[in-house]
């Protein structure tokens, strides 16, 4: 079959109608609960690690450590084994995403949404209970399932509800969410430390509660009307969509979703279809995107936050509030896109982002590489500096890749890869977010102030590549995303055929 025959002979974009109505933001505000849990076990596990009860029960050694690694500040939490109760949440969420694809295709992504919910309440619970590290690292694998799932469905879920006009916006409820989960689990953190010798069970077993808002919710959400249509439910689909809208005129939008639905139940093996030719700028997206999210080094300040801080001489108390405030921060940033990103564009936000955030990672790196070394605090002036700077780099994400490597994947796929590319997309994501887990204490000992330093220059090539290689999505129907890559200046070289060209 031809790569043309794969795409709408019709763009109806300017046919579409309909408002936000209160069910669509209802709807939008239950399913993102699921970045609430994502954030909240990002946020949760360096304050954790850094408790010295916690340290004592399961890392000993790594408690010793702390104590007396005076002659190499940077060198306090290198332990493998310690990261490995971090990263097992993102190798796990990795293989669980790609199990979600078939499930989010053939039950919906409702069906995804309450299996992760219930995988999360599972985790919390082996966490807060663990008696030895086997039964803490279990409860972390689970909570890695419930996010492979919540994230494979959710941000398709918020894409698939929302109007075209306000897609960005709504669609970025999960990354409000997400910060929000971090920004709780550091206020619970700084909490819970004042409690001994069990204040760090507390912290963990707190993720059940965004769990049971995620698993009751996604009971009673309906499915998205793409998702019922694609499983043959026609006329449900119809009237969901139309309530969802707000009107009855809905013909333009509904067609474009039966006519992608035809075309993705005529394709049996997306994960095969996604490698063709017709696809290649979507397998880039889906593969760069995520890649490049957590090549800022965000995750690194986020879930190694008090960590970091304590390496850089803050106390215990100090280390936690900073990481707090950091991720207040982010929380509150997140809205500066919300409220731009449909109108400036992702485009705009992705570069002035990624310029803003090198400059605060060479600043940092400055700062520390000249008035930080062995047996040496930062004076408090310098400390303080530090953590506006670090603030303001991740205000800098909070609006650009933090919102946007989630946003700009789940718009851009057709329906018959869709859950091939979101699966792809997420398990990319986790796959980087576990080297960097599993790596950066090893790479904050061995690099010191060059860890800043490596985290920019990744951020210098992903804004090159924004410049060149992303179009703008704004505004464009998430069904005729396929026109948007034919007059981009360089995939319509790559990716179409001599019978599209024709």
Partial sequence: MAGGSFISTKERAEE?????????????????????????????????????????????????????????????????????????????????????????????????????GISFLIGAALNASAVNLTMLILGRVMLGIGIGFGNQAIPLYLSEMAPTHLRGGLNMMFQVATTSGIFTANMVNYGTQQIKPWGWRLSLGLAAVPALLMTVGGIFLPDTPNSLIERGLTEKGRKLLERIRGINEVDAEFQDMVDASELANSIKHPFRNILERRYRAELVMAICMPTFQILTGINSILFYAPVLFQSMGFGGDASLISSAVTGGVLASSTFISIATVDRLGRRVLLISGGIQMITCQIIVAFILGTKFGPNQELSKSFSILVVVVICLFVVAFGWSWGPLGWTVPSEIFPLEIRSAGQSITVAVNLFFTFIIAQAFPALLCSFKFGIFIFFAGWITIMTIFVYFFLPETKGIPIEEMSYMWRKHWFWKRICLTTDDRV
């Fill in 16 to 116: 579409y109608k309909g408002r936000v109505t209160p069910y669509v933001i209802i709807a939008c505000i239950v399913a993102a609960t699921g970045g609430a849990l994502f954030g909240y076990d990002i946020g949760i596990s360096g304050g954790v690690i850094s408790m010295n009860e916690f340290l004592e029960k399961f890392f000993p050694s790594v408690y010793r450590q702390k104590l007396h690694a005076h002659e190499n500040n940077y060198c306090k939490y290198d332990n493998q084994v310690l990261a490995v109760f971090t990263s097992s949440l993102y190798i796990a969420g990795l293989v669980a995403s790609l199990v979600a694809s078939p499930v989010t295709r053939k039950y919906g992504r409702r069906a995804s949404i309450i299996g992760g």
